[in-house]
């Protein structure tokens, strides 16, 4: 969400200029079945999907939400938000809940998430992740370890949301990280 009132390109000093005048508070609210779920190349099912996940990237605080749940939010003038929503997963055999979000030093941080499994007999969730940088994930519990392409690498478990660091890989493909339940 942007506001970009009371900004613009003036011709005659050849630059972006504020008239502050123009310039309000944009107030509105959100809900999860303002997304068009089936669009695009990959529509992502929601059937039966009780829980959402909503990272805003601003903040940089995560809210668990149902399908029928609103939000107000309201942006100064020249601010924005970016939300990123993802499904929530139950995996019953642990009660384990799980979304991943993304990159979140990307404005498309959802867009660099490329797969998304679980493999029940190792109690492992592994993403595969197209870019590098600050990767987050919803998980209801702490991993006990978590990994990239195989590896151990540290993570942080802050507010129901795993942190790691994906470095760019070595190679033109995509980094799985691995998150051990």
């Known amino acids: 969400m942007f506001n970009c009132q009371g900004g613009g390109w ?5 630059s972006n200029k504020c008239a502050s005048e123009f310039s309000h508070l944009v107030s509105t609210k959100i809900n999860i079945k303002d997304i068009e779920w089936n669009s695009g190349k990959n529509p992502i099912p929601i059937e039966g999907v009780q829980v959402f996940a909503l990272y805003f990237s601003q903040a940089k605080k995560l809210k668990l939400f149902s399908p029928s749940d609103t939000e107000d939010i309201s942006l100064e003038p020249f601010n924005f938000e970016l939300i990123t929503v993802s499904p929530v997963t139950l995996f019953p055999k642990k009660s384990l809940k799980f979304a991943p979000i993304g990159l979140v030093n990307m404005l498309n941080n959802g ?3 490329q797969s998304f499994e679980y493999l029940e007999a190792q109690d492992l969730v592994q993403v595969g992740i197209r870019g ?3 990767m987050r994930v919803y998980a209801s519990e702490k991993p006990r370890a978590c990994g990239i392409d ?11 949301m795993v942190v790691i660091q994906v470095p760019w890989p070595s190679s033109s493909k995509w980094s799985f990280v691995q998150y051990i339940f």
């Open 10 to 14: 003036f011709r005659e000093i050849r």
């Open 132 to 134: 590098a940088g600050e």
């Open 150 to 160: 195989g590896k151990e690498v540290d993570f942080e478990y802050e507010e129901f």
């Open 111 to 113: 867009g660099a998430i």
